[in-house]
T-cell receptor
Framework: DTEVTQTPKHLVMGMTNKKSLKCEQH?????MYWYKQKAKKPPELMFVYSYEKLSINESVPSRFSPECPNSSLLNLHLHALQPEDSALYLC????????????FGSGTRLTVV | RKEVEQDPGPFNVPEGATVAFNCTYSNSASQSFFWYRQDCRKEPKLLMS???SGNEDGRFTAQLNRASQYISLLIRDSKLSDSATYLCVVNMWDDKIIFGKGTRLHILP
């Protein structure tokens, strides 16, 4: 299995809702990533988990809360988002200091209304 | 200086031509380097890793110059299907993976 699976593919949520994005990989990768991508911009790093521990938080607002239940799963919990948080949220996985690159999921397209 | 810099383009290139992109990075301790391709409304996909010795995959050649802190991508005999955004990706240290802004390529028939 060489894929990263993200669910849901699309999500519309109100500013008072709580929702979660899910990511799963079965490649045995030890690092998992959340990126946010706005239209015509590159992906921006949000969080990195390495060996199931949060290793990088790029000063992301607390309305985004990551969770890594095990080495294959990565969640992003969303609460009280703003319309400007609407974006494509990408999950990726890779080995630390990988020479073989990082595999991305197809993303969750989030719209906050 | 930005961590990873690329010319955003767009590059408008006739089919069959050769096109080259460069990317510079600021952290001399950066450890691994990649070119990704991203099509509109799709996720980035790995095109190739980049090594100091240079590497080639069909029509694509990538090169890393550590002394000057830049990487390059050369596409020969360009095809219409090569039209996409090409993203330079650098593993700055340990787990930090940073994207350049991307270079848009349009191959013209």
């Amino acid at each position: 299995d060489t894929e990263v699976t993200q669910t849901p593919k699309h999500l519309v949520m109100g500013m008072t809702n709580k929702k979660s994005l899910k990511c799963e990989q079965h490649m045995g990768h030890r690092a998992m990533y959340w990126y946010k991508q706005k239209a015509k911009k590159p992906p921006e790093l949000m969080f990195v988990y390495s060996y199931e521990k949060l290793s990088i938080n790029e000063s992301v607002p607390s309305r985004f809360s990551p969770e890594c239940p095990n080495s294959s799963l990565l969640n992003l919990h969303l609460h009280a988002l703003q319309p400007e948080d609407s974006a494509l949220y990408l999950c990726a996985s890779g080995d630390r200091v990988a020479n073989y690159g990082y595999t991305f999921g197809s993303g969750t397209r989030l719209t906050v209304v | 200086r930005k961590e990873v810099e690329q010319d955003p383009g767009p590059f408008n290139v006739p089919e069959g031509a050769t096109v080259a992109f460069n990317c510079t990075y600021s952290n001399s301790a950066s450890q691994s380097f990649f070119w990704y391709r991203q099509d509109c409304r799709k996720e980035p996909k790995l095109l190739m890793s980049v090594y100091s010795s240079g590497n080639e995959d069909g029509r694509f050649t990538a090169q890393l110059n550590r002394a000057s802190q830049y990487i390059s991508l050369l596409i020969r005999d360009s095809k219409l299907s090569d039209s996409a955004t090409y993203l330079c990706v650098v593993n700055m240290w340990d787990d930090k993976i940073i994207f350049g802004k991307g270079t848009r390529l349009h191959i013209l028939p």
